[in-house]
């Protein structure tokens, strides 16, 4: 058995397929909530870009991406919903799509040179409010406005903020396009 074989088997098998992962989904949220209805767009979106991501020859795992998107509100609702969504995958033996999940919240960007399928869900998340297209600016505006007297809270606000700007200029780069432009192009599609 060779080694690529061996990848694609362990990464297939710890992975929902796209009924499983709306099964999972379902069964915490039902399909005509803010929650549903953003997670479904989160999925569409980093599929969208990972399509994209791929035509310039990055190798990103587009499955794991799909069910990342759509699995990483979970447990919205629950405190620490990225924690909590991460642990109940786990215990479903989905190790992957937590470890993604895990970070959409706040990922990690020191030494991260290149865009990974985290990174793809992350900035997904970001530029979605429910199902509509908006910038950065606006999506971390809210929580800006709240926490305006906790310099704290601001500042770990502004660094999500710039790691999303920092995902975000990274993909344009590499697939040569704006997002919004893509976004809104595919919006008008399929509309």
Known sequence: MDYRFIFYREHKFNLPNRGEAEAIL??????QTKVYIHSKAVADLAILLAEKLSKTGMKLNHDLIYASGLLHDLAKGK??????AGRMLRK???????KVV????????SGISQIDEAAVVYLADKLLKTDKIVSLEERY??????YHHNQEIRQSIIKKLDNAKTIKNQIEKKIGAKIHFLMKKQQNYCS
Do not use: F, Q, W
Request: hydrophobic letters at 35%; aromatic letters at 4%; charged letters at 25%.
């Open 79 to 84: 405190s620490n919903h990225a924690m909590v």
């Open 102 to 109: 895990e970070k959409h919240i706040d990922i990690p960007l």
């Open 92 to 98: 479903m033996g989905y190790l992957s799509v937590a």
């Open 26 to 31: 379902t069964s915490n949220h039902d399909k």
């Open 141 to 146: 505006r809210p929580g800006m406005e709240r």
